[in-house]
């Protein structure tokens, strides 16, 4: 079994897959289910069948070692043990989603645009961006909270810097986490040290933190937080509880439709029983509350910028208004139905829930907090959001997290008596199945090569600062910290104006041009619009306005590296 163990999950964890050490290509969670569907039936021959002791095995022995460890650290000073295990998290995680901006990997959007806001922000020019085209991001989400980290960017003005706070505010959530679970069992249960495990294993976060950034992901901490405060029996972390539940909402409007999910919960039972009974109470303001932010951000807020709520188009199945959209849901069954039960959305519900066996839905009380923020994606057009390695899984992760601990409760009360004996077990090992690579390995992936040293160390500080620029998709988070930056094609700016300097790589990610050929097409009309090369080394080009008076870069960067093929998403594809 330790063979077997070690051939069919550790291995291709580490190094890809088994039959493939260095795989090219997107990640997907499932890629590895059979591998584990199939070390889940040896399992059951070896332990079940044939009756092998369970910890004769060299690596559930340690396993069990670890997570006794683990669970008396927690016992004796469990803050200062979850402080030092987040920090390790928190400097872990950043240094995989770091590896991917400094392998050029991060592109536009969304890291380029938010720092570019930010920066906008903190100099004094708006909470504005010009990767969407200018607009006061307040038309496009309500993430108020993004506000709170202009502080730290104003001493730290860089990409890194929000990418860090991601990071950590990530992995601090286990944190509020493990003291929420605590409030549901004894502290020498084996469940409240594992949840914490468990969160950090658990694949939609992980894919949150090495995907671009996004302020929403501080509704993670906070929201623990929160129902962690809320549900205390002390009156001072009731009040931290619904302060971070104000918080929490100013972190994306998606928040407020998971308020109200989490306090139907409470309306139906799900919190400790020694506080149910208030927390029904609360439940009722709580889900009103909710309720009003969802629509006074969707409904008013867009009115202050002369502008409807940017991704109603998003709905456009059911209409388009408001009121459109949600009498339809009601009154066309069919457009529900065919919303709801595709394929794609089952294997969304597949990736939230399958890491933790699905047991959540053995906890009846807590359905409606996991199905609020999951109508909101599937009842969407398409099947863009719903691709694991974005970071749409956060609302409902924050909901199955809260409801985990009852369901673990209703199966303690199940038979036969070896399941209950074994959850812990079975929650450990489905973590590993389906929590695809693991960071190790996702760090070989986002390696970086001689032209990314180039581009950091030589080119790039070349590129003088606060001119307009268009660049590579995929180059413009490493220039975003000047008023206006776009992509290319882009080369106008709001104004109508030409660009004053374009970027091009074809070494790197070319979004949304991914062919070769149409990058070429349009280096062709350049000329012809008024631009003129200024600079070149092997993959890199630089091209000015003819009319400008200052130049691109306020140095000339050496060029001692060798060309490259260009990026994969760059070449044409054969044809069968």
Not at 462 to 486: E, G, K, M, Q
Not at 514 to 526: G, V
Not at 545 to 557: A, F, K, N, Q, Y
Request: glycine share 4%.
């Amino acid at each position: 079994w330790d063979a077997a163990f070690l051939a069919l999950l550790v291995y291709p964890k580490f190094f890809g897959s088994w039959y493939s050490p260095l795989p090219k290509r997107f990640i997907y969670p499932f890629e590895l289910f059979w591998e584990g569907f199939v070390l889940g039936l040896f399992s059951l021959v070896i332990f079940a069948l044939l009756k092998t002791p369970f910890y004769a095995s060299f690596f559930l022995r340690i396993g069990q070692k670890l997570r006794v460890f683990w669970q008396i650290r927690l016992g004796s000073t469990a803050s200062i043990a979850l402080v030092i295990a987040s920090t390790f998290m928190g400097i872990y995680w950043s240094l995989i989603a770091l590896s991917r901006h400094w392998a050029f990997d991060s592109s536009s959007a969304d890291l380029g645009i938010f720092t570019n806001a930010i920066w906008n922000l903190v100099n004094g020019h708006g909470y504005v961006t010009s990767l969407k085209d200018g607009i006061n991001l307040f038309a496009d989400h309500q993430s108020p909270i993004f506000w709170l980290l202009t502080p730290i960017f104003y001493f730290l003005p860089y990409a890194e810097t929000i990418l860090i706070i991601q990071s950590f505010g990530l992995a601090v959530a286990a944190v509020p986490l493990y003291f929420l679970t605590c409030q549901y069992f004894s502290k020498t249960h084996w469940a409240p040290p594992l949840i914490s495990l468990i969160y950090w294993a658990y694949l939609p976060i992980r894919n949150a933190n090495s995907f671009e950034f996004h302020p929403e992901i501080l509704m993670v901490p906070l929201f623990f937080t929160a129902i962690a405060g809320i549900q205390s029996l002390k009156k001072s972390l009731q009040a931290l509880g619904l302060f971070a539940v104000l918080l929490a909402l100013g972190c994306k409007e998606s928040a407020a439709p998971l308020l109200v999910g989490i306090s139907i919960a409470w309306l139906l039972g799900n919190s400790p029983s020694q506080v149910r009974s208030r927390m029904q109470l609360w439940s009722i303001p709580l889900a009103s509350l909710g309720i009003a932010v969802f629509i006074f951000d969707l409904v008013v807020v867009p009115k202050f910028y002369a502008s409807s709520y940017a991704y109603l188009s998003l709905y456009s199945q059911f209409g388009k208004t408001f009121k459109e959209i949600f009498v339809n849901i009601f009154t066309s069954p069919d457009i529900l139905i065919g919303s709801l039960f595709q394929l794609s959305r089952l294997k969304f519900l597949a990736f939230i829930l399958a890491p933790l066996g699905f047991i959540v839905l053995l906890n009846w009380r807590g359905l409606p907090a996991i199905l609020t923020p999951l109508l909101l994606l599937f009842l969407q057009d398409g099947e863009h959001r719903l691709r694991p390695t974005f970071h749409y899984g956060l609302e409902p992760t924050v909901a199955v997290f809260t409801i985990l601990p009852l369901a673990i409760l209703t199966v303690e009360k199940m038979k036969p008596a070896i399941l209950v004996r074994l959850l812990p077990v079975i929650l450990i090992f489905l973590s590993l199945v389906f929590g695809s690579y693991s960071e190790l390995f996702r760090l070989r992936l986002f390696s970086h090569n001689a032209h990314h040293d180039w581009l950091s160390e030589a080119f790039l500080p070349c590129v003088r600062p606060n001119i307009p620029v268009s660049a590579t998709s995929h180059l413009v988070p490493h220039i975003a910290i000047r008023p206006w930056v776009n992509h290319l094609p882009v080369i106008t700016t709001i104004e109508n104006q030409p660009v004053q300097c374009l970027i091009y790589d074809s070494a790197i990610n070319n979004w949304p041009q991914r062919r070769l050929a149409e990058q070429e097409r349009f280096l062709n009309t350049l000329a012809g619009q008024g631009y003129s090369e200024v600079y070149t080394c092997h993959n890199v080009k630089v091209f000015s306005i003819d009319t400008s008076s200052e130049s691109c870069l306020s140095c000339v960067p050496r060029c001692e590296i060798g060309p490259l093929p260009p990026h994969w998403s760059s070449v044409e594809k054969p044809t069968e």
